[in-house]
């Protein structure tokens, strides 16, 4: 199985209150004169009392198409991209030079060459080092990272992979756009990063390591994709950039699905629900998040560490779920031994399962 050696998240250089960027966003997005009671009802409703952003405010709205807003995405990723490896490799108790693969996921800026391509030198990695840049995935993509990345190092057990997520989704936030979606997402999503640090069954764990710091391993990965349900969530690609997708009916999606795929997973192990000690789960909305509790017939407790997170910071998009993870190994960290499930879901509409052992 391979084994989580290191888990670490970064946040953008700014923290705002929500209502200060509710009040930047009724600045660039809403006509001028126009009643703001639907934004504000929306941004109170996200349950987010703060998040990260990439830019001071009032940047925002110098931001001149998708080209401007780009270029700031290339610069402040490679940054904060770096920060999250070299945290995550010191708590390996590794370095860049023992790297083998670094997969980079995100669904808010383009590069090429791409990000994990700009870090190589930065960080000192070697040159044989192989890469594996994903676009697309949107929050699903931390989750199905893990996964890839466990699909890799079951072929080359004696390997080391760095998984790296980066999520500036406020450099997405369309200026002059009232629509409901880009009102909600504006309410909802912040700017992060998050990497981990995951090796092989065969490559030895750091001596004298100390226990706390250690990570689950992973045991299985399942993908589903759920039909007809291609405009659920996504981008419209348009001159001002990536326009969100966000169709209200994703919390039925998740009642409809979602507990046949967790039971039919854990079923194959010969594991039920109730025997799960943690649920690692991406902090969706508030909306997505009462839809998984009453889906997989949760306690009312089981959520709490992604309740604090989308609370602190925000939706991340894919850094989020690996952000969850960080924080119940730091605040709730299960027995040993014990099942655990990571969950995310994004663009598709689709659904990403990591089955742990702590």
């Known amino acids: 199985m391979t084994r989580?050696?290191?888990?670490?998240?970064?946040?953008?250089?700014?923290?705002r209150t929500q209502s200060e960027i509710t009040d930047m966003?009724?600045?660039?997005?809403?006509?001028?004169?126009?009643?703001?009671?639907?934004?504000?009802?929306?941004?109170?409703?996200?349950k987010v009392n703060s998040r990260h952003m990439t830019l001071p405010l009032e940047r925002y709205a110098e931001l001149d198409g998708f080209g401007a807003a780009n270029d700031v995405f290339v610069a402040a990723a490679t940054d904060l991209g770096a920060q999250a490896v070299r945290g995550a490799l010191h708590t390996a108790g590794l370095t860049a030079a023992d790297?083998?693969?670094?997969?980079?996921?995100?669904?808010?800026?383009?590069?090429?060459?791409?990000?994990?391509?700009?870090?190589?030198?930065?960080?000192?990695?070697?040159?044989?080092?192989?890469?594996?840049?994903?676009?697309?995935l949107g929050c699903a993509g931390g989750a199905a990272g893990?996964?890839?990345?466990?699909?890799?190092?079951?072929?080359?057990?004696?390997?080391?992979?760095?998984?790296l997520s980066v999520e500036l989704c406020s450099l997405t936030f369309q200026r002059d756009d009232a629509s409901m979606a880009n009102l909600v997402a504006t309410g909802l999503f912040g700017d992060g990063a998050a990497a981990v640090v995951a090796c092989g069954a065969d490559r030895p764990d750091r001596p004298g390591r100390p226990e706390e710091t250690a990570g689950p391993t992973i045991v299985d990965t399942r993908s589903h994709l759920y039909p007809d349900t291609g405009r659920v969530m996504g981008w419209d690609i348009k001159d001002s950039g990536f326009q969100v997708v966000l169709d209200?009916?994703?919390?039925?999606?998740?009642?409809?699905?979602?507990?046949?795929?967790?039971?039919?997973?854990?079923?194959?192990?010969?594991?039920?629900?109730?025997d799960v000690t943690a649920w690692v789960c991406h902090?969706?909305?508030?909306?997505?998040?009462?839809?998984?509790?009453?889906?997989?017939?949760?306690?009312?407790?089981?959520?709490?560490?992604?309740?604090?997170?989308l609370a602190d910071v925000g939706n991340l998009s894919s850094s989020s779920v690996l952000h969850v993870l960080r924080d119940t190994l730091a605040q709730r960290r299960p027995p040993p031994g014990t099942p655990g499930v990571l969950l995310a879901m994004g663009p598709g509409f689709a659904c990403e399962l990591v089955l742990l052992r702590w």
């Open 248 to 274: 209200p009916r994703v919390p039925d999606v998740v009642r409809r699905y979602l507990a046949d795929d967790v039971q039919g997973f854990l079923g194959d192990h010969g594991i039920k629900p109730k």
């Open 25 to 46: 966003v009724a600045r660039t997005c809403l006509p001028e004169g126009a009643d703001r009671r639907v934004l504000d009802r929306l941004h109170r409703s996200a």
């Open 283 to 309: 902090p969706g909305g508030p909306k997505v998040l009462e839809a998984v509790t009453e889906a997989l017939d949760l306690p009312a407790d089981a959520l709490d560490v992604t309740w604090r997170h």
């Open 146 to 163: 893990l996964a890839r990345t466990h699909d890799y190092l079951l072929g080359r057990p004696d390997q080391v992979a760095v998984l």
């Open 4 to 15: 989580i050696a290191a888990v670490h998240g970064a946040l953008a250089p700014h923290r």
């Open 99 to 136: 790297v083998d693969l670094l997969i980079f996921t995100s669904v808010t800026g383009i590069a090429t060459p791409s990000i994990d391509a700009r870090l190589a030198g930065r960080l000192g990695l070697r040159p044989d080092v192989k890469r594996l840049p994903l676009f697309g």
